[in-house]
């Protein structure tokens, strides 16, 4: 087992995890309402625990999977009693949680990282309750800028070749480029592997950010936009946001 000082805070993501943990937050709360707190959370790919620590404050219970074990972990937990970490795997059969045993699932900026996104998804149906929800969300396939290294272009060309133009073009660590992203459609047919409805929620969640921002004015105008105006803006958002809803019964074939 690989040993837990080993792995410190990351380098990404480590400022302002309190601000991005209430705007998640918010953005489950408009859509599925203030009963999801007394559920049972999971986060699958949850890093060093930055985001579920904040959330632990907020719910009845959470848990945080990774495959890479955090020293940040045991004083997370410590604070937080209702705070639990595994160290395994999101994207294989062997997910260390049962089927239907989590009311509330969090899956952001992962899919994008494990050798098997499907897998992830149809973890993410298995392991939620009928009725169920998710936050989903992660880069887009199609946007021109890869949103790790910030270079334009590169995330469409085979990785090999990738890493050589950059190289050649002065990047010191072109190995940074390792994500690899999709369309909205191939996320879909995930979706519907997994049993899950899907709802677009990048505006819920720009909306909550600019409300936590201050700017009150921009986040109710956002929120005021019918939401068949966006559709056509969907396949080239930067990123995606979902809100998932597994189905509350299985569905029929007609």
């Not at 632990?56 to 639990?84: C, F, K, M, Y």
């Not at 133009?165 to 992203?181: F, N, T, V």
């Not at 409805?197 to 956002?222: E, I, K, Q, T, Y």
């Amino acid at each position: 087992m690989t040993d837990r000082a080993s792995y410190s805070e990351p380098q990404w993501g480590r400022d302002g995890r309190d601000r991005k943990a209430e705007a998640l937050f918010n953005t489950l709360l408009s859509r599925c309402g203030p009963g999801i707190a007394a559920g049972c959370w999971a986060d699958l790919g949850c890093g060093s625990g930055g985001i579920v620590a904040e959330l632990a404050g907020r719910v009845r219970w959470i848990t945080g999977i990774d495959p890479e074990p955090w020293a940040a972990w045991a004083q997370a937990a410590a604070v937080h009693p209702n705070l639990s970490f595994i160290e395994a795997p999101c994207d294989t059969t062997e997910l260390p949680l049962a089927q239907a045993s989590v009311d509330v699932a969090i899956c952001n900026q992962v899919y994008e990282h494990v050798a098997d996104p499907r897998r992830l998804v149809l973890n993410l149906g298995y392991i939620l309750k009928p009725g169920g929800w998710c936050y989903f969300a992660g880069p887009n396939l199609l946007w021109p800028i890869e949103p790790h290294v910030f270079w334009p272009f590169v995330h469409w060309l085979p990785r090999q070749l990738a890493h050589s133009l950059m190289r050649l073009a002065g990047a010191r660590r072109p190995e940074d480029l390792d994500a690899c992203s999709t369309h909205v459609w191939k996320l879909r047919r995930w979706f519907e592997e997994a049993g899950l409805d899907w709802v677009d929620a990048v505006p819920a969640r720009a909306a909550a950010g600019l409300a936590m921002a201050g700017h009150l004015r921009l986040a109710r105008m956002v929120e005021c936009v019918p939401s068949p105006a966006w559709i056509p803006l969907r396949p080239l958002w930067p990123g995606f946001v979902f809100i998932l809803h597994k189905h509350a019964r299985p569905r029929v074939d007609a």
